[in-house]
């Protein structure tokens, strides 16, 4: 695998553009730009949408990488909604290089873009909902992953604010 290929923690950068294309039959979904690495677009196949029905995509802060592309894609191309927090903002292509100790330096050499020009890595998404996700409770690791945690077995499930409110947009929009 290319370095340029390499997947994120998060997932893959390419299953992210084809999951976005399921949705679009034009635009652009992605780019990949970097100082020393020329831009290269990711354009929607219009063969390869499978829908023009509504659309709401959830986001918060645990959002990252790849379904971050996906989002941007949905709402600057004004498909559909996206509803929920700014995500976490992470979209770089890195490279490894070893070093002859043993050792290896992580660089990261270009950044994936919204279809409006944004940097991900550094400008995050922003939902054109906002709806707090209500978990203020959340405890999260130093690499901002949410950890588990366990919750009384007699308590009921608190509501879920965002999905309710997507099914509501998702309700009001014409099919």
Known sequence: MSDLTRPWAEGDP?????TAN???NHGVITYLAGQKYDRQNFNADPEKA???LPLVVLVNRGTAGPGEIVAAAILDNARGDVLGEKTFGNGSVQKLI????????ILSIAK????????IEDASVTPNITVASGDEDLVVDEDGNPKDTEQPKNAAPKPDEQLLRAVEVLKNRPS
């Open 98 to 105: 070893e070093i002859p100790d043993g050792s290896a330096l």
């Open 22 to 24: 399921l949705f679009l």
């Open 112 to 119: 994936y873009y919204t279809p409006a020009g944004k940097a």
């Open 50 to 52: 499978v829908t023009t």
């Open 14 to 18: 390419a299953e992210a553009v084809a």
